[in-house]
Structures are given as C-alpha cells and as structure tokens.
Nanobody, 120 residues
Framework: QVQLVESGGGLVQAGGSLRLSCAASGVIFSINAMGWYRQAPGKQRELVAVITSGGSTNYGDSVKGRFTISRDNAKETVYLQMNSLKPEDTAVYSC??????????????WGQGTQVTVSS
C-alpha cells in the first residue's frame, strides 16, 4: 500500500505564492498519474491539476496559467506551484495517486489533505 504525505499548505495573502509537495512511500510496482484536488467548504471536490508518469499535464480551468504541476519520478513526489493566489483558491488540497501494486492491481490513494487559506 502507498502512503501519500502532503506538505506546504498555509496562509498567504492574495497575489502570493505557495508550493505544495506530496511524497509517496510504500512497496508498490509503479505510480501512474498523480494529481491535486481541492475542496472548499460547501463545495464539491474539484480537479486542480494532474500529471502522468510521462509528464503530460491537465489543469482545472480556474487555475490555468497560475498553477504548475510537476513531479520527480525518482523521488515519487509531485509538486504544485501556486502563483497569483486568490481568496477563492482557499480549500483543502489533497494529493491523489493512481497506483499499480506489486500484484499489478491498480488502485487510487489519497493523502490526508493540507489547508490553503488565501486572505484578501
């Protein structure tokens, strides 16, 4: 089973930047896509960004041009650089990984989430 540990959340003023990290650990065969999702109070969880093992990326419309997702496959870590933050970016950000187990079974894993708060 893989464990995902996020870090880098916090409080920032509007217009500022934060960088989130999510490190995977565990005995697995491979990690396929990794991504970030967020959920604000009273709202549904939404895709922020996802990146495949080959480096292809996809972003939610609300963060395009402001956020950048990247990954270090050797470290099994995914990053989310968030620039030009807005109060509406305030949410719990959770890391997600599409994992292939040693048995070759595939499953999804989630991190515990990290709070990002943007003040106006």
């Amino acid at each position: 089973q893989v464990q995902l540990v996020e870090s880098g959340g916090g409080l920032v003023q509007a217009g500022g930047s934060l960088r989130l990290s999510c490190a995977a650990s565990g005995v697995i065969f491979s990690i396929n896509a990794m991504g970030w999702y967020r959920q604000a109070p009273g709202k549904q969880r939404e895709l922020v960004a996802v990146i495949t093992s080959g480096g292809s990326t996809n972003y939610g419309d609300s963060v395009k041009g402001r956020f950048t997702i990247s990954r270090d496959n050797a470290k099994e870590t995914v990053y989310l650089q968030m620039n030009s933050l807005k109060p509406e970016d305030t949410a719990v950000y959770s890391c997600n990984a599409d994992v292939t187990a040693i048995s070759r079974a595939r499953y999804e894993s989630w991190g515990q989430g990290t709070q990002v708060t943007v003040s106006s």
